[in-house]
């Protein structure tokens, strides 16, 4: 129960900030929907013409658009594509790891799982940045697959590579849109790249819901006791049992 319920949470946290950039950009023009189709998008459960507006933009390559805003000038919808991109793809923020062991394996990989570590990635980037880098060893079109471990995906990376692109990134666009302010950069990252909306996080447990910090809603001078507490648990399977039969349970 524990293990689902944290597969739970992990999931609410990506598509709370996947949302969150989604809206963002749709305000700056950057998302073919507009932000009163992009509401209705979410609550589409068969295919109509918003589904397939966002099918083919989430259809683009991103690592193709990454490597051409570097050189030249790319549309608002394509930059958008690269900025939608990197909230799904953000990196391991190294110095969260205090685990060794853990430490070790992002930056060295896991061999038995064909998995490359940061340390391989930052020996081939060399003066590229990472979305040039990654779209020069993907797969080319119409041609077979061939299997080795030049994968632009399953492999760790570092923060710092998006955090460098995206720099680089925007301090060429801003030669063709006017749009791209420091305002829209600090939006975008934040100042510590943590808060911002495309690195931005919901904590797992919030304050008010903490243990203890929640006031009783029938003794204001007396904390609440957790959901998660053993007795509170009991009593609500208690009142579970208790409701279908038609009996008043009073706290």
């Known amino acids: 129960r524990t293990q689902a319920r944290n597969d739970r949470k992990i999931y609410l946290r990506k598509i709370y900030r996947k949302r969150q950039v989604l809206t963002f950009l749709a305000a700056n023009g950057m998302c073919p929907l507009k932000s009163k189709d992009l509401v209705k998008w979410y609550k589409d459960k068969k295919p109509t013409i918003r589904t397939q507006i966002m099918d083919v933009w989430f259809g683009l390559d991103p690592y193709e ?21 990197m909230t799904q793809r ?7 790891i205090e685990n060794k062991t853990r430490a070790k394996a992002l930056l060295e990989g896991l061999p038995n799982a064909n998995r490359l570590g940061i340390h391989h990635t930052y020996d081939h980037l060399k003066n590229k ?30 923060r710092k590579m998006f955090i460098n692109e995206l720099h680089a990134l925007l301090n060429h666009q801003q030669k063709y849109h006017k749009f791209l302010t420091e305002k829209f950069r600090h939006t975008l990252m934040g100042d510590d790249y943590r808060s911002g909306l495309l690195f931005f996080q919901r904590p797992a447990k919030y304050k008010r819901l903490g243990w203890g910090n929640m006031s009783c809603k029938y003794e204001a001078h007396k904390k609440a006791m957790p959901k998660s507490h053993p007795l509170q648990e009991w ?10 039969l038609g009996i008043m349970v009073i706290n």
């Open 65 to 85: 658009f990454r490597a051409k805003g570097l050189q030249g000038k790319i549309s608002k919808f394509e930059l958008g594509r690269i900025l939608y991109h």
């Open 235 to 244: 009593h609500d399977i208690y009142i579970y049992g208790l409701i279908p």
């Open 90 to 96: 953000r990196g391991k923020i190294m110095s969260d």
């Open 129 to 158: 940045h990472l979305g040039a880098y990654l779209n020069n060893i993907k797969p080319k079109k119409n041609k077979p697959f061939v299997y080795g471990n030049t994968r632009i995906r399953n492999r760790y990376l570092d």
